[in-house]
Nanobody, 123 residues
Framework: QVQLFESGGGLVQAGGSLRLSCTAS????????MGWFRQAPGEERQFVAA????????YYADSVKGRFTISRDNAKNRLFLQMDSLKPEDTAVYYC????????????????WGQGTQVTVSS
């Protein structure tokens, strides 16, 4: 049974950077497509970025393209999200998610979720 644990959230000023990490335990990480999603209060969970199981294909939401970078280290069972040029509208709880042999923007496809990490961007 795969479990996911996010870390790296915090409070940052607009224009700053944060790097989120997601560590997987159990299962075979190299078979998992991975995604980052975020959810602000009162809003639906929103796609941020996704990466295929070997890391060959990457997807981004238009709102983060050019500012965020998703990557993974299969040897260490870890997923990353480098967030640069942060804006107040990036404030949300960020979740990593996994699905065997799927990577995309459909939140309904992912069946393994972490507990989330709060990112707050002040203006």
């Amino acid at each position: 049974q795969v479990q996911l644990f996010e870390s790296g959230g915090g409070l940052v000023q607009a224009g700053g950077s944060l790097r989120l990490s997601c560590t997987a335990s159990g299962g075979t990480f190299s078979e998992l497509g991975m995604g980052w999603f975020r959810q602000a209060p009162g809003e639906e969970r929103q796609f941020v970025a996704a990466i295929t199981w070997i890391g060959g294909v990457i997807y981004y939401a238009d709102s983060v393209k050019g500012r965020f970078t998703i990557s993974r280290d299969n040897a260490k069972n870890r997923l990353f999200l480098q967030m640069d040029s942060l804006k107040p509208e990036d404030t949300a709880v960020y979740y990593c998610a996994a699905k065997t042999y799927y990577a995309g923007d459909d939140v309904r496809q992912y069946d393994i979720w972490g507990q989330g990490t709060q990112v707050t961007v002040s203006s």
